[in-house]
């Protein structure tokens, strides 16, 4: 098994997915990353400050498919089943961590160890139009502000071309496990 540069802007498959985040099923809100991209190219031995002047403006888009058999549609709502909201927010902030990867790769030689990302709070969140089963979240997140530990973002989901959910958050990211 050859091993994976983290610093690509690239796509990743399911068990890149499960590299990265700690989540698994029935929390785990993102099937396949299919776009990364830095504000500024990144290489090894770049300086921190470097790295951070880079992080503004980075960007990454993930998929999630959402089927009938999820655990949230027996009671949210059987005969008129919705994907939650909060749920549609968590899935966002899951994408959001895959703009951090390159750079937490970057101030590591490359490697990525393990993220903790630990959600500080949500503004301007608006639900669009409802998420059902068989639809595919398309959700686009983007570096709208860092500080240290402290990324600011801003996302949207689409369902199939429309905006179904959109909003503005706050995270505090660490390597090593959870913030």
């Given at each position: ?23 698994r099923y029935p929390f785990l809100m993102v099937d396949r990353v299919l776009e990364i991209k830095t504000a500024k190219p990144l290489k090894l031995g770049m300086t921190d400050v470097e790295i951070n002047d880079a ?125």
């Amino acid at each position: 098994m050859t091993k994976r540069n983290w610093l690509e802007s690239s796509t990743l498959g399911p068990d890149e997915v499960l590299q990265v985040l700690p989540h698994r099923y029935p929390f785990l809100m993102v099937d396949r990353v299919l776009e990364i991209k830095t504000a500024k190219p990144l290489k090894l031995g770049m300086t921190d400050v470097e790295i951070n002047d880079a992080r503004k403006g980075s960007f990454a888009r993930a998929i999630k498919n959402v089927t009938f058999n999820e655990a949230q549609f027996q009671g949210h709502f059987p005969e008129n089943p919705i994907f939650p909201g909060v749920l549609s927010m968590e899935a966002m902030a899951q994408a959001a961590a895959f703009v951090t990867v390159p750079f937490v790769a970057a101030m590591h030689g490359g490697d990525l160890p393990r993220l903790g990302v630990v959600l500080a709070g949500f503004d301007g969140v608006r639900f669009r139009r409802p998420i059902r089963p068989g639809d595919q979240m398309d959700m686009r997140v983007t570096a709208t502000h860092c500080r240290g530990q402290l990324w600011t973002f801003e996302g949207q989901i689409l369902i199939e071309g429309k905006k179904a959910a959109e909003g503005n958050f706050l995270a505090h990211l660490s390597a090593g496990g959870m913030a």
